[in-house]
């Protein structure tokens, strides 16, 4: 028995190791495919990164499918089930790199747009894939850059899937809508290094910065609002000292990050922490690293259109959700784009085994394929 178009395509990106920034002719094999279909194909090579923006058609509104064909390191090999870049199907599910982060979504995409045009050739407004292979990595070269292209030219996307595993327990019965900001602080403590039985002659920075650590780590941020919860300040790291028991050291790093929901700007919340700071009588050096601010897409036309597509493919009533971490869509939804994530289950992402339900890759084809008809082929 051969395998269906969506399974054998998943199959075939999988078998190409492309371990971020390297797409290992994922985007070659998706042009070949879609120069058939009318689209036009750009090639986007910034440094170490390559990204595709495919559109067919001029008209709007023009729908997006997003997403990334880049994947994180296997880890040890040795601990796979099957060899990571060999696809194999075990009772039931498809395993392999990539599987579900996010090679699924992306034959998905391929299968829904092929079935669409072929149906609906004069569909309504245009059809577009923005693919990079630079998500999982730096994200510097990646779909940023193709949409400061965009933006530059005024080529703006009206609505907007990213593929990424949103789902939790069964395809479709969750979305995002929204993700929370991110924010790095790269926090260097000066003090004086020294002898401990001479306390006068030293200034320890872990203790000057305790106080200060234990008041941002107990501050409320925010209270959250009806798509976000409260904002999370997290210390990550805390490295200091010499390896040796009577050596006060000079210097403390410490790494922490905010999550960070609408109620607040990321200038907002480097005002703070550094007042803080400085309240406690820190000396200190801070890098701060944006990571990409919050958003939200607002219920309307094209979460309509996605819920009322899983609600007739799998007879889910999917539920909306700002959760998890950070995606593509936070550079995507800033031009005034309607934006969700819409994919297959995120339990197994980045893990040993990354796998896919098969079933589950049958129905994400047909929630693609009927959003599309949902918002290209209505009057």
């Known amino acids: 028995m ?6 054998a395509l998943l199959k075939d990106l999988i078998s190409r190791p492309s371990i971020t920034p390297n797409d290992a002719g994922c985007q070659p094999l998706l042009i070949e495919r879609l120069e058939k279909l009318g689209f036009v194909c750009e090639v986007m090579e910034f440094e170490d990164t390559l990204n595709l923006w495919a559109r067919r058609g001029t008209a709007r509104p023009l729908f997006c499918f997003a997403g990334h064909t880049d994947v994180v390191p296997t880890g040890p090999e040795h601990l796979w089930k099957c060899p990571p870049f060999q696809p194999t199907v075990i009772n039931g599910y498809l395993y392999g790199r990539g599987a579900a982060d996010m090679k699924s979504g992306l034959s998905a995409f391929m299968i ?8 609906n050739q004069n569909h309504n407004g ?25 933006e530059a030219r005024n080529e703006k996307i009206d609505y907007c899937i990213v593929g990424e595993p949103s789902s939790t327990d069964h395809v479709g019965d969750t979305i995002k809508n929204g ?7 790269e926090l260097t403590v000066k003090g004086v290094q020294g002898h401990v039985a001479y306390p006068h002659l030293v200034k320890n920075p872990i203790h000057s910065c ?12 925010d209270k959250g609002n009806e798509y976000f919860p409260p904002t999370s300040f997290q210390i990550t790291n805390f490295n200091s000292g010499t390896g040796a028991s009577n050596v006060v050291p000079g210097t403390a790093q410490i790494q922490s990050n905010f999550r960070y929901s609408t109620e607040l700007t990321a200038e907002q919340i480097i005002s703070r922490f550094e007042a803080t700071l400085k309240t406690h009588d820190v000396d200190y050096e801070v890098n701060w690293t944006y ?21 007739q493919v799998t007879g889910l009533t999917t539920e909306l959700s700002t959760s998890g971490g950070t995606s593509d869509a936070r ?28 079933a589950d890759l049958e129905s994400l084809v047909d929630i693609y394929q009927v959003t599309l008809e949902n918002l290209l082929t209505c009057d």
Do not use: C, Y
């Open 112 to 119: 829904a747009v092929e079935q669409f045009v072929e149906q």
């Open 331 to 358: 550079f995507i939804a800033p031009t005034g784009a309607q934006v969700v994530e819409v994919g297959p289950s995120n339990k197994t992402i980045h893990k040993i085994n990354e796998s896919v339900n098969v």
């Open 126 to 150: 245009s059809i577009a894939l923005l693919i990079t292979s630079d998500e999982e990595g730096p994200f510097i070269n990646g779909t940023t850059r193709v949409i400061d292209t965009l």
């Open 2 to 7: 051969s395998d269906s178009p969506v399974l």
């Open 210 to 221: 305790m106080a200060a650590m234990a008041d941002l780590t107990a501050t409320e941020w």
């Open 291 to 311: 990571n990409g601010s919050p958003f939200i897409t607002q219920p309307g036309s094209l979460t309509d259109a996605v819920s009322e597509a899983i609600k």
């Open 179 to 185: 993700r929370r900001g991110s924010l790095t602080a």
